[in-house]
């Protein structure tokens, strides 16, 4: 009979990915990070252990937007809690802002909502330029 092996945390072996953004498509991109974070590229995927790699995107500020009219109206929500503080930005002022915030909420509303989603949106390295000081582990 076989049996399905499971992964332990000192069997993983995580790399380092770097992703160029400039030109590619927003989304699509999210969606490769999101699948590198969690792991299920790997033959070894465990949904209970965090078995993904560390990702590098740089150029973040380059990505590709299609339909104008979601850039334009999307809008992200931050509450703290008090009555009346519900403050919204634009898509459009977080990427010219701070497009290393809007690749982070992006790519958290990929994983999961545990303990775990959290530790792996940590092993995500985001650059507006293409600039980096992840040079040495990529070099591995």
Known sequence: MKF?????PEQID???????AEGKTFGRIITEVATLLRGKNKPC????IDCGDYVVVVNASKAKFNGLG?????EYFSYSGYFGSVKS????ELLEKNPEKLYKLATRGML???????KMIKKLKIYASAEHPHSAQLAK
């Open 89 to 92: 930005t634009k898509m459009t």
């Open 45 to 48: 995927f465990t949904p209970n």
């Open 14 to 20: 995580q790399k380092w990915v770097l992703i160029d």
């Open 70 to 74: 979601k850039i334009a109206n999307k």
């Open 4 to 8: 399905t092996k499971i992964a332990t």
């Open 112 to 118: 999961p909502k545990t303990k775990l989603g959290a």
